[in-house]
């Protein structure tokens, strides 16, 4: 299987699984940290690299062409935010987030 394969797997089973319902989720440090590590792990084993100190994780990204995960999930928080503000009050997702501030 090649890396590209693998890699639109990865998108589609672990990614989507990890990115469920991550609207709400307000991301600590720690969480950061955790989601970049399993992300880092399954990228260096795809890669065949061995030894974690040889290479940075951006080179690893770059070279992969991959995104950095909790930057994904930023970025999709924020479009979230910006179509919650662009309902219609009488929606539920509105309503739920006005009950939230």
Do not use: C
């Amino acid at each position: 299987m090649t890396e590209e394969t693998k890699l639109v797997i990865h998108s589609t089973t672990a990614k989507a699984a990890l990115k469920f319902n991550i609207e709400a989720w307000v991301l600590k440090k720690r969480d950061d940290k955790k989601m970049e590590a399993s992300q880092m792990k399954f990228l260096r084993h795809l890669r065949g690299i061995i030894e974690l100190g040889r290479e940075r994780n951006q080179s690893v990204r770059d070279k992969l062409v991959v995104w950095y995960l909790v930057g994904e999930i930023e970025q999709y928080q924020q479009n979230w935010l910006q179509h919650l503000h662009r309902m219609d009050r009488k929606r539920i997702p509105k309503q739920g987030a006005a009950i939230l501030t």
